[in-house]
Protein backbone atom coordinates (compact mmCIF):
# COMPACT_ATOMS: atom_id res chain seq x y z
CA UNK A 1 0.00 0.00 0.00
CA UNK A 2 3.29 2.43 0.82
CA UNK A 3 4.17 1.88 -2.85
CA UNK A 4 1.53 2.29 -4.58
CA UNK A 5 0.63 5.49 -2.02
CA UNK A 6 3.92 6.70 -3.16
CA UNK A 7 2.71 6.04 -6.91
CA UNK A 8 0.06 8.15 -6.72
CA UNK A 9 1.74 11.02 -4.63
CA UNK A 10 4.13 11.19 -7.66
CA UNK A 11 1.80 11.61 -10.38
CA UNK A 12 0.45 14.75 -8.54
CA UNK A 13 3.81 16.23 -8.11
CA UNK A 14 5.07 15.42 -11.96
CA UNK A 15 1.49 17.81 -13.00
CA UNK A 16 3.09 20.44 -10.68
CA UNK A 17 6.49 20.40 -11.66
CA UNK A 18 4.76 20.41 -15.64
CA UNK A 19 3.76 23.77 -14.94
CA UNK A 20 7.26 25.05 -15.27
CA UNK A 21 7.44 23.86 -18.75
CA UNK A 22 4.63 26.25 -19.99
CA UNK A 23 5.27 28.14 -23.04
CA UNK A 24 5.61 31.86 -22.83
CA UNK A 25 2.31 32.54 -24.93
CA UNK A 26 0.20 30.45 -22.39
CA UNK A 27 1.12 32.22 -19.49
CA UNK A 28 0.72 35.39 -21.68
CA UNK A 29 -3.14 33.58 -21.92
CA UNK A 30 -3.05 32.80 -18.22
CA UNK A 31 -2.33 36.28 -16.95
CA UNK A 32 -4.80 38.19 -19.54
CA UNK A 33 -7.28 35.37 -18.09
CA UNK A 34 -6.30 36.32 -14.60
CA UNK A 35 -6.62 39.92 -15.44
CA UNK A 36 -10.13 39.61 -16.93
CA UNK A 37 -11.22 37.39 -13.94
CA UNK A 38 -9.90 39.91 -11.78
CA UNK A 39 -11.50 43.14 -13.67
CA UNK A 40 -14.83 41.39 -13.10
CA UNK A 41 -14.80 40.36 -9.71
CA UNK A 42 -13.90 44.41 -9.16
CA UNK A 43 -17.22 45.75 -10.63
CA UNK A 44 -18.68 47.17 -7.72
CA UNK A 45 -15.35 48.87 -6.80
CA UNK A 46 -15.11 50.32 -10.36
CA UNK A 47 -18.93 51.64 -10.38
CA UNK A 48 -17.95 53.09 -6.70
CA UNK A 49 -15.34 54.80 -7.94
CA UNK A 50 -16.97 56.41 -11.00
CA UNK A 51 -20.40 57.06 -8.59
CA UNK A 52 -22.13 54.86 -11.25
CA UNK A 53 -25.18 52.53 -10.84
CA UNK A 54 -24.73 50.08 -14.03
CA UNK A 55 -28.23 49.43 -13.90
CA UNK A 56 -29.89 52.78 -13.43
CA UNK A 57 -31.57 53.91 -16.65
CA UNK A 58 -31.15 57.65 -17.86
CA UNK A 59 -32.94 58.40 -21.38
CA UNK A 60 -31.59 61.57 -21.54
CA UNK A 61 -28.28 60.44 -21.38
CA UNK A 62 -28.28 57.43 -23.79
CA UNK A 63 -25.50 56.47 -26.14
CA UNK A 64 -22.84 59.28 -25.23
CA UNK A 65 -19.45 59.24 -25.75
CA UNK A 66 -16.63 58.18 -24.10
CA UNK A 67 -16.37 60.94 -21.30
CA UNK A 68 -14.53 60.81 -17.68
CA UNK A 69 -17.59 60.43 -15.90
CA UNK A 70 -18.39 56.83 -18.57
CA UNK A 71 -15.27 55.83 -19.91
CA UNK A 72 -16.73 53.92 -22.70
CA UNK A 73 -19.68 55.76 -23.13
CA UNK A 74 -23.40 54.78 -22.45
CA UNK A 75 -25.91 52.35 -23.95
CA UNK A 76 -29.07 53.26 -25.80
CA UNK A 77 -30.30 53.72 -22.48
CA UNK A 78 -28.31 55.66 -20.48
CA UNK A 79 -26.13 53.03 -18.62
CA UNK A 80 -22.61 52.81 -18.27
CA UNK A 81 -20.98 50.39 -20.56
CA UNK A 82 -18.14 50.08 -18.36
CA UNK A 83 -19.59 48.83 -15.15
CA UNK A 84 -22.30 46.55 -16.86
CA UNK A 85 -19.14 45.30 -18.85
CA UNK A 86 -17.48 44.26 -15.85
CA UNK A 87 -20.41 42.80 -14.39
CA UNK A 88 -21.61 40.92 -16.90
CA UNK A 89 -17.82 39.15 -16.95
CA UNK A 90 -18.75 38.42 -13.58
CA UNK A 91 -22.02 36.60 -15.24
CA UNK A 92 -20.47 35.02 -18.20
CA UNK A 93 -17.39 33.71 -16.40
CA UNK A 94 -18.75 31.83 -13.56
CA UNK A 95 -21.42 30.13 -16.62
CA UNK A 96 -18.03 29.02 -18.23
CA UNK A 97 -16.03 28.24 -15.38
CA UNK A 98 -19.27 26.54 -13.33
CA UNK A 99 -20.75 24.43 -16.63
CA UNK A 100 -16.63 23.22 -17.43
CA UNK A 101 -16.52 22.32 -13.99
CA UNK A 102 -19.81 20.52 -13.46
CA UNK A 103 -19.32 18.74 -16.57
CA UNK A 104 -16.00 17.75 -15.89
CA UNK A 105 -17.62 16.28 -12.49
CA UNK A 106 -19.95 14.19 -14.40
CA UNK A 107 -17.65 13.04 -17.37
CA UNK A 108 -14.59 12.49 -14.37
CA UNK A 109 -17.59 9.64 -12.62
CA UNK A 110 -18.66 8.29 -16.11
CA UNK A 111 -15.29 7.86 -17.11
CA UNK A 112 -13.91 6.14 -14.06
CA UNK A 113 -16.17 3.82 -13.48
CA UNK A 114 -16.14 2.42 -17.44
CA UNK A 115 -12.71 2.30 -17.98
CA UNK A 116 -11.90 0.63 -14.33
CA UNK A 117 -15.22 -1.58 -14.49
CA UNK A 118 -15.08 -3.05 -17.89
CA UNK A 119 -16.89 -5.65 -19.85
CA UNK A 120 -21.10 -4.59 -19.80
CA UNK A 121 -20.36 -1.86 -17.72
CA UNK A 122 -18.22 0.02 -19.74
CA UNK A 123 -19.95 -1.25 -23.12
CA UNK A 124 -23.32 0.71 -21.74
CA UNK A 125 -21.70 3.63 -20.75
CA UNK A 126 -19.84 4.25 -24.26
CA UNK A 127 -22.94 3.71 -25.77
CA UNK A 128 -24.92 6.49 -23.96
CA UNK A 129 -21.58 8.49 -24.40
CA UNK A 130 -22.31 7.82 -27.85
CA UNK A 131 -25.70 8.15 -27.84
CA UNK A 132 -25.29 12.33 -26.34
CA UNK A 133 -22.39 12.70 -28.88
CA UNK A 134 -25.14 12.21 -31.58
CA UNK A 135 -27.58 14.43 -30.46
CA UNK A 136 -27.71 17.81 -32.48
CA UNK A 137 -26.56 19.75 -29.60
CA UNK A 138 -27.56 23.50 -30.45
CA UNK A 139 -31.27 23.40 -31.16
CA UNK A 140 -31.44 20.44 -28.01
CA UNK A 141 -29.96 23.51 -26.03
CA UNK A 142 -31.99 25.91 -27.55
CA UNK A 143 -35.33 23.73 -26.72
CA UNK A 144 -34.55 22.95 -23.30
CA UNK A 145 -33.33 26.27 -22.70
CA UNK A 146 -37.01 27.90 -23.28
CA UNK A 147 -38.64 25.55 -20.98
CA UNK A 148 -40.07 27.38 -17.67
CA UNK A 149 -38.15 26.40 -14.65
CA UNK A 150 -41.46 27.49 -12.46
CA UNK A 151 -43.23 25.33 -14.46
CA UNK A 152 -41.43 22.11 -13.46
CA UNK A 153 -41.39 23.38 -9.42
CA UNK A 154 -38.09 25.08 -9.04
CA UNK A 155 -38.68 29.03 -8.08
CA UNK A 156 -35.16 30.77 -8.28
CA UNK A 157 -34.54 34.51 -8.51
CA UNK A 158 -34.43 35.94 -11.85
CA UNK A 159 -30.76 36.41 -12.13
CA UNK A 160 -29.95 33.14 -10.76
CA UNK A 161 -32.84 31.09 -13.25
CA UNK A 162 -30.16 31.80 -16.23
CA UNK A 163 -27.35 31.13 -15.21
CA UNK A 164 -28.75 27.58 -13.45
CA UNK A 165 -30.51 26.44 -16.37
CA UNK A 166 -27.21 27.10 -18.69
CA UNK A 167 -25.16 25.49 -16.29
CA UNK A 168 -27.19 22.15 -15.83
CA UNK A 169 -27.56 21.97 -19.64
CA UNK A 170 -24.04 22.60 -20.01
CA UNK A 171 -22.97 19.50 -17.74
CA UNK A 172 -26.10 17.57 -19.02
CA UNK A 173 -24.53 17.32 -22.71
CA UNK A 174 -20.72 18.71 -22.19
CA UNK A 175 -19.23 15.40 -20.20
CA UNK A 176 -18.93 13.16 -23.33
CA UNK A 177 -15.34 13.83 -24.47
CA UNK A 178 -13.98 14.30 -20.45
CA UNK A 179 -15.43 10.89 -19.87
CA UNK A 180 -13.50 9.76 -22.93
CA UNK A 181 -10.54 10.81 -21.85
CA UNK A 182 -10.74 9.76 -18.08
CA UNK A 183 -11.75 6.16 -19.35
CA UNK A 184 -9.20 5.95 -21.75
CA UNK A 185 -6.92 6.71 -18.59
CA UNK A 186 -8.66 4.19 -16.45
CA UNK A 187 -8.29 1.03 -18.92
CA UNK A 188 -4.69 1.49 -19.35
CA UNK A 189 -4.34 2.17 -15.32
CA UNK A 190 -6.29 -0.86 -13.91
CA UNK A 191 -3.75 -3.41 -15.11
CA UNK A 192 -0.67 -1.31 -13.13
CA UNK A 193 1.23 -3.00 -10.67
CA UNK A 194 0.28 -0.05 -8.39
CA UNK A 195 -3.58 -0.58 -8.61
CA UNK A 196 -2.98 -4.40 -8.35
CA UNK A 197 -1.29 -4.28 -4.94
CA UNK A 198 -4.07 -1.55 -3.67
CA UNK A 199 -6.60 -4.48 -4.76
CA UNK A 200 -5.10 -6.93 -3.29
CA UNK A 201 -4.49 -5.50 -0.09
CA UNK A 202 -7.90 -4.76 0.35
CA UNK A 203 -9.00 -1.30 -1.28
CA UNK A 204 -12.27 -1.02 -2.01
CA UNK A 205 -13.35 0.34 -5.71
CA UNK A 206 -13.66 3.73 -4.75
CA UNK A 207 -10.50 4.56 -2.60
CA UNK A 208 -8.65 2.43 -5.73
CA UNK A 209 -10.18 5.05 -8.36
CA UNK A 210 -9.79 8.18 -6.50
CA UNK A 211 -6.51 7.47 -5.02
CA UNK A 212 -4.58 5.55 -7.19
CA UNK A 213 -6.70 5.98 -10.66
CA UNK A 214 -7.56 9.59 -10.51
CA UNK A 215 -4.50 11.50 -9.88
CA UNK A 216 -2.79 9.48 -12.61
CA UNK A 217 -5.71 10.74 -14.89
CA UNK A 218 -5.37 14.42 -13.77
CA UNK A 219 -3.30 16.19 -16.28
CA UNK A 220 -5.28 15.20 -19.25
CA UNK A 221 -8.58 16.38 -17.25
CA UNK A 222 -6.93 19.45 -16.37
CA UNK A 223 -6.47 20.37 -20.36
CA UNK A 224 -9.93 19.15 -21.01
CA UNK A 225 -11.39 21.21 -18.13
CA UNK A 226 -9.35 24.48 -19.28
CA UNK A 227 -10.40 24.01 -23.21
CA UNK A 228 -13.97 23.56 -21.97
CA UNK A 229 -14.28 26.83 -20.54
CA UNK A 230 -14.15 28.94 -23.52
CA UNK A 231 -16.27 26.50 -25.31
CA UNK A 232 -19.00 26.64 -23.06
CA UNK A 233 -18.50 30.86 -22.88
CA UNK A 234 -19.27 30.91 -26.52
CA UNK A 235 -22.02 28.80 -26.11
CA UNK A 236 -23.68 30.93 -23.57
CA UNK A 237 -23.29 33.84 -24.95
CA UNK A 238 -25.16 32.47 -28.14
CA UNK A 239 -27.79 31.29 -26.56
CA UNK A 240 -27.83 35.20 -24.87
CA UNK A 241 -27.84 36.85 -28.32
CA UNK A 242 -31.00 34.25 -29.25
CA UNK A 243 -32.35 35.34 -26.05
CA UNK A 244 -32.43 32.45 -24.60
CA UNK A 245 -29.65 32.62 -22.02
CA UNK A 246 -29.11 35.30 -18.97
CA UNK A 247 -32.33 37.19 -19.30
CA UNK A 248 -31.98 40.94 -18.94
CA UNK A 249 -31.74 43.37 -17.05
CA UNK A 250 -28.70 40.69 -15.84
CA UNK A 251 -26.40 41.73 -17.94
CA UNK A 252 -23.90 39.46 -19.68
CA UNK A 253 -21.61 39.61 -22.45
CA UNK A 254 -24.47 37.31 -25.19
CA UNK A 255 -26.87 39.70 -24.40
CA UNK A 256 -25.01 43.18 -24.53
CA UNK A 257 -24.10 42.08 -27.86
CA UNK A 258 -27.83 41.09 -28.37
CA UNK A 259 -28.58 44.72 -27.35
CA UNK A 260 -26.08 46.05 -29.89
CA UNK A 261 -27.21 44.49 -32.82
CA UNK A 262 -29.84 47.14 -33.41
CA UNK A 263 -27.31 50.13 -32.82
CA UNK A 264 -24.39 48.27 -34.90
CA UNK A 265 -24.39 51.52 -37.76
CA UNK A 266 -25.55 53.88 -35.13
CA UNK A 267 -23.20 52.74 -31.97
CA UNK A 268 -20.88 49.90 -32.60
CA UNK A 269 -19.03 50.59 -30.03
CA UNK A 270 -21.58 48.47 -28.14
CA UNK A 271 -20.97 45.78 -30.08
CA UNK A 272 -17.38 46.14 -29.76
CA UNK A 273 -16.53 45.90 -26.08
CA UNK A 274 -18.69 42.80 -25.50
CA UNK A 275 -17.34 41.32 -28.36
CA UNK A 276 -14.01 41.58 -27.78
CA UNK A 277 -14.14 40.01 -24.05
CA UNK A 278 -15.54 37.48 -25.43
CA UNK A 279 -12.80 36.80 -28.07
CA UNK A 280 -10.47 37.70 -25.41
CA UNK A 281 -11.77 35.02 -23.04
CA UNK A 282 -12.10 32.06 -25.22
CA UNK A 283 -8.84 32.90 -26.98
CA UNK A 284 -6.72 32.75 -23.52
CA UNK A 285 -8.62 29.60 -22.25
CA UNK A 286 -7.89 27.83 -25.46
CA UNK A 287 -4.10 28.71 -25.13
CA UNK A 288 -3.59 28.45 -21.93
CA UNK A 289 -5.36 24.61 -22.48
CA UNK A 290 -3.05 24.18 -25.47
CA UNK A 291 0.21 25.04 -22.87
CA UNK A 292 -1.16 22.70 -20.37
CA UNK A 293 -1.36 19.73 -22.82
CA UNK A 294 2.27 20.11 -23.83
CA UNK A 295 3.57 20.80 -20.58
CA UNK A 296 1.68 17.38 -19.08
CA UNK A 297 2.41 15.44 -22.19
CA UNK A 298 5.20 16.61 -23.90
CA UNK A 299 4.97 14.49 -26.86
CA UNK A 300 2.08 16.74 -27.69
CA UNK A 301 4.47 19.59 -28.89
CA UNK A 302 6.31 17.36 -31.09
CA UNK A 303 3.32 16.07 -32.97
Known sequence: M???TRVSTMAVETVHSSFRHIGGISWAAGLVLSLLIL??????????LLQVDPSAVDLMAGLEPPSLAHPLGTD???RDVLTRLLAAGQISIAVGVGGALLAALVG??????SGYAGGAVDSLLMRLTDLVISLPLLPLLIVLAAVDLGKLGLTLAPELSGIVRIVALVALFNWTTTARIVRSSALSLRTREFVRAAEALGAGTWRVLIRHILPNAVGPLIVATTLSVGNVILLESVLSFLGLGIPPPTPSWGNMLTGAQELLFEAPRLALWPGLMIFATVLACNLLGDGLQVALDPRAGTR
Not at 39 to 48: E, S
Request: hydrophobic share 65%; charged share 5%.
Open 76 to 78: ELG
Open 39 to 48: AATAAPLVAL
Open 2 to 4: LGS
Open 108 to 113: TVIGLV
